[in-house]
């Protein structure tokens, strides 16, 4: 069999470093090359500690920079692609919509080049990780599966949506070997708090308002991050040439119900009167065009590949509460400089 040298992007952000980690510590056989550009939301703290393993490199880069991708498969002989580089946060898309285009979509153009230039024959795979949010808004019932047509709404949305059509358009025109997934939202550590969970236990650690958009009534499926991770895995190795996979939790919560939830854990860790810190809720105005639900019906995963999540709910949030709780200055680190002020014009405007 041929060395399997893998390039996967965006892996000091959230998805991709507990992909990476993954990968590295469960195949010493494969060689993993970590490209990212370590915007605002990467941090190399959060794959410090497999940042020496002999089978890993990281290399900073830009997807945006054709050139400098195609020179990469060539010099590290780039077998395989696991694509999570991205812009990721719907409101800074809203405000911001130009990353977002650059990144989502040139970005994954560049790639797909990048692979279709480099990759004559043999054992090839671009795998790209996409999200739910390209399907749009459910009502109050259904689910999202692989047949469900794209309608998305956001910036953000769109970009992935362009992302995933041009993924496809190379499978079907180019045979380039493309495989991917549809995941809705991940929660668990390293996560970065301008994102609803750890953005909420954050505040209620530090006493200040939790911003509930609207009426906090939007519906969001979750599934844990290693179960993704693991989803992204089985995928990689058993999911078929040319097919999608829906990645979900099974897990629907209402934003202001899982906020509520989250209120009732950090009351009990901080030793604090049950209660007190829901005081804390704020309701702030709704996101433009704010999807109400996004639910994923994960049953080809399960029937065709054998994957689902593997922890309860409370459990995993329990745990991803602990690891931040527990993790004081990797959250200090990352919410100083630019964050601040990101969150002063989002949230006081
Ligand atoms: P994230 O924002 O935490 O991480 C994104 C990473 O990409 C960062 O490390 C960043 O530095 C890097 N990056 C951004 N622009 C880049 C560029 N131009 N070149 C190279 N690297 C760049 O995002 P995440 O939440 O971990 O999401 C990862 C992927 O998974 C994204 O493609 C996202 O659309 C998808 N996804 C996320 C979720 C979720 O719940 N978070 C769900 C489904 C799918
Ligand atoms: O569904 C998958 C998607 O999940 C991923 O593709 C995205 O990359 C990821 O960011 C996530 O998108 P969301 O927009 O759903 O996540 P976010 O944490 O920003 O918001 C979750 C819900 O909480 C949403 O209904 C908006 C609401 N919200 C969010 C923030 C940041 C609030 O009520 N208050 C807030 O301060």
């Not at 507990?18 to 970590?34: A, D, M, Q, S, T």
């Not at 560049?110 to 399907?135: C, M, P, Q």
């Not at 058993?238 to 009732?264: D, H, M, P, R």
């Not at 105005?285 to 999540?309: F, Q, S, V």
Request: include cysteine; hydrophobic fraction near 35%.
């Amino acid at each position: 069999m041929s060395q399997k040298n893998i390039l996967i992007t965006g892996g000091a952000g959230f998805i991709g470093s507990h992909v990476v980690r993954l990968f590295v510590n469960k195949y010493p056989e494969y060689k993993i090359i970590n490209l990212d550009k370590l915007t605002y939301a990467g941090n190399l703290e959060n794959i410090r500690d497999i940042e020496s393993k002999p089978n890993y490199k990281f290399v900073k880069g830009d997807i945006q920079d054709k050139d400098f991708l195609v020179s990469l498969f060539e010099s590290e002989k780039i077998s395989h692609v696991i694509h999570l580089a991205a812009e990721s946060h719907v409101d800074r898309s809203i405000s911001g919509p130009m990353d977002f285009i650059m990144t989502n979509i040139v970005g994954t153009a560049n790639l797909l080049e990048a692979a279709r230039s480099s990759w004559k024959e043999g054992d090839h795979i671009f795998y790209h990780v996409s999200t739910d949010e390209v399907y749009g808004s459910l009502g109050d019932e259904g689910f999202f599966t692989e047949k469900t047509g794209y309608d998305p709404r956001s910036p953000y949305s769109a970009s992935k949506a362009s992302s995933d059509h041009l993924v496809r358009a190379y499978y079907h025109t180019y045979k380039l070997p493309v495989k991917l997934s549809n995941c809705s939202n991940n929660y668990g550590s390293h996560h970065f708090p301008e994102k609803l969970i750890p953005l909420m236990i954050n505040n209620i650690k530090n006493n200040k308002p939790l911003p509930v958009y609207g009426k906090g009534e939007n519906v969001r499926d979750r599934p844990w991050v290693e179960d993704h991770a693991r989803a992204i895995d089985t995928i990689f190795h058993n999911g078929k040439i040319g097919e999608s996979y829906n990645v979900g939790g099974w897990n629907e919560w209402t934003n202001i119900a899982l906020v509520k939830f989250l209120c009732q854990i950090m009351d009990r860790k901080l030793n604090r009167q049950p209660g007190e810190s829901e005081k804390l809720i704020t309701y702030v105005t709704d996101r433009a065009g704010h999807d109400l639900r996004y639910a994923i019906d994960a049953t080809k995963i399960k029937n065709e590949l054998g994957w689902e999540p593997s922890i309860k709910f409370e459990e995993g949030l329990e745990k991803t509460v602990d690891w931040y709780l527990q993790n004081e200055k990797w959250v200090n680190d990352i919410t100083s400089g630019e964050y601040q002020k990101y969150y002063a014009a989002h949230y006081n405007s």
